[in-house]
């Protein structure tokens, strides 16, 4: 099972200049909560833009084209093809945390999609196309908290893809 998680601004903006356009620290947070336990797949940039840092309590898998990549750091996982990444999913959920490449490819075969909504826009290089409501149903939705912490107003978002799962 394939489960995508990303957050995104009014215009589908997911990131810039290979980071987070906003700071969101209970996303953040949301995110953590989403991923625990789970197998993570990423794209070799999005790797790199979290300082090729393993996060605890996850698997990290990274999909690159590049021979050796990651060779150095023994508790990566590389594939190297999509079939690889569809294989694994076979046997367990799978959180894909980007990048834009990886959502393009794989949109075909997400089950699910946990995304936050930040209800604002941002100077943003990365976009994400919008849901198509005719594949995917809106399960649930719950308000994020507006403080000083979290000035932009959002939504965390549950979708399914209707009928069952993807091919």
Do not use: C
């Not at 625990?36 to 797949?41: A, F, L, N, S, Y």
């Not at 794209?43 to 393993?54: D, N, P, Q």
């Not at 021979?67 to 150095?72: H, M, R, T």
């Not at 393009?104 to 699910?112: I, N, Q, R, S, Y």
Request: no cysteine; net charge negative.
């Amino acid at each position: 099972m394939i489960t995508f998680v990303y957050a995104q601004d009014e215009q589908g903006a997911i990131g810039n200049k290979g980071d987070l356009p906003w700071h969101l620290p209970s996303d953040l947070k949301h995110f953590k909560e989403t991923t625990m336990g789970h197998t993570m797949v990423m794209g070799r940039k999005t790797f790199e833009a979290m300082g090729k840092r393993l996060l605890p309590g996850r698997k990290s898998v990274v999909v690159t084209n590049q021979v050796g990549y990651g060779s150095d750091i023994p508790e990566l996982t590389v594939l190297h093809d999509i079939e690889d990444v569809l294989e694994l999913g076979k046997d367990q959920e799978l959180m894909v945390i980007g990048g834009a490449g990886l959502y393009e490819t794989l949109w075909p075969h997400v089950d699910k999609i946990s995304r936050t909504v930040i209800y604002d826009t941002f100077e943003a290089d990365t976009f994400i196309p919008e849901i198509d409501e005719s594949l995917f149903e809106r399960v649930r939705v719950v308000p994020g908290v507006v403080d000083e912490k979290n000035v932009h107003a959002h939504d965390y978002e549950w979708w399914e893809r209707k009928g069952g799962e993807a091919k």
